[in-house]
C-alpha cells in the first residue's frame, strides 16, 4: 500500500469532528490491488453495518446476472411473465424497474420499506401490483419507489431460486463475501435464514471489504480472479444513463449533485452517448461507493451516519482522492 494523501486524512477526520460521525472508513483500489486506507474516529476496521440504498447496485447486478443467461431480457414486459400486472403497469420493464422510471411512485412512502421481511418475495409483489400507477411507465424518475421487490421477484421466478440463495450463489460466493447478507431495511437484526422478502433497495448489511470485492469486480468489467461473474455487456448496461431528458420527480436527501440514473446506481458524469464514466450507489446511512473509470480508481466510505449531513465532505475527499492518483504501476501484493 502507499500512504493516503494528507488533505484526504484531514478531511475524513472533519466528517468525524465538524460533521459529528463517529467514525469513518475508506478504502482506495485500482485493478484489484488496495492502494490505501483510512480509518477515523470509532470504526472497527471489521465493522459490518446496514448499507441502506447501496444495496440497490448489488441487486441491479445480480439480476443482470439472470439477463446474461437469457432467462430475462430489459425491455420485456413484466406482464407476460407476472400476471398481477395489468393494464399499463403491465407494460412496465425490467430496465423501468432497474432505473426507476417504472411509475410506480418514489421511496416517500416506504411501502416496501415497510412490509413482512417474513413473507415471501411473491407475496411482497402480489401487494405491489394492487397499488395504482403513479405516472406512466417510462415517463419520469422518482427515486425509490418498489421496483426492485418486482425484479427480484422476476429474478426468483425465473432461476427457480429464491433470492438469498440466489446471491450467494452468483456473487456472494465468487466474491467471497463472507460477511453479507440481506435483511429488511428497517430490521437488519433479522437472522437472515427467516428472511424470505429482503429489502432489495435498502436491506444489504455487508462490511467495507466486503463491498470492495463488489467494486472490484465491477471494476474488471465483470470479472472477479479469473472467474467471469458479469458479462461486459451487463456491466455495461449498468453503467448506462436511462434518465436522460427524463424529470426528475423526486431525488433522495443529499443526492441532488449526483446527476442521472443508470441500473441500481448513480451516474455522476456522463458521455454523450448515455455511458457513464464516474458511477456511485450512495446510501441513506453514509456508504458511498464509487468508480471512476477515467482513472480506473474505485473506492468506498463506509459509515453508520445519515449521508445528507456527510454528502459535501465525501465529495470533497472523492475529488481529493482522484487529483492524487499515483501515477506509478498499482503495488503488488507480496
Known sequence: MIPPPAALVSKLREVVVHDHAPGVTAMVLRDGQLLYRVDIGDIDPGAQFPIASASKWVAAALVLSVVDEGKLALDEPVGQRLPEFTGEAGKITLRQ????????????????IRQDPHITLAEAVVQIAARPLEDQPGAVFKYGSPA????????????GKPWAALFDERIGKPLGLKRTYWS?????????????????QGGLVTTADDYARFLTMLAAGGIYEGRQILSPAAVEALETAQTLNKPK??????????????????????????????????????????????????????????????????????????????????????
Open 97 to 112: 424497474l432497474l432505473s426507476f422510471t417504472s411509475g410506480q411512485g418514489s421511496i416517500r412512502d416506504l411501502f416496501d
Open 249 to 334: 420527480v423526486y431525488l433522495p436527501p443529499g443526492a441532488a449533485r449526483l446527476g442521472e440514473y443508470a441500473l441500481g446506481n448513480w451516474c455522476e458524469a456522463v458521455t454523450s452517448r448515455g455511458s457513464c464514466t464516474v458511477v456511485s450507489s450512495a446510501g441513506a446511512l453514509g456508504t458511498f461507493p464509487w468508480i471512476d473509470r477515467g482513472s480506473g480508481v474505485y473506492g468506498i466510505f463506509f459509515m453508520r451516519y445519515w449521508f445528507k449531513t456527510v454528502a459535501g465532505d465525501l465529495r470533497q475527499a472523492r475529488r481529493i482522492i482522484l487529483d492524487n492518483v499515483p501515477p506509478n504501476a498499482v503495488p503488488r501484493a507480496p
Open 148 to 159: 426492485l421487490q418486482v425484479a427480484g421477484r422476476l429474478a426468483e421466478q425465473a432461476t
Open 184 to 200: 429488511g431495511a428497517l430490521r437488519p437484526d433479522l437472522d437472515p435464514a427467516t428472511v424470505r422478502n429482503p429489502n432489495l
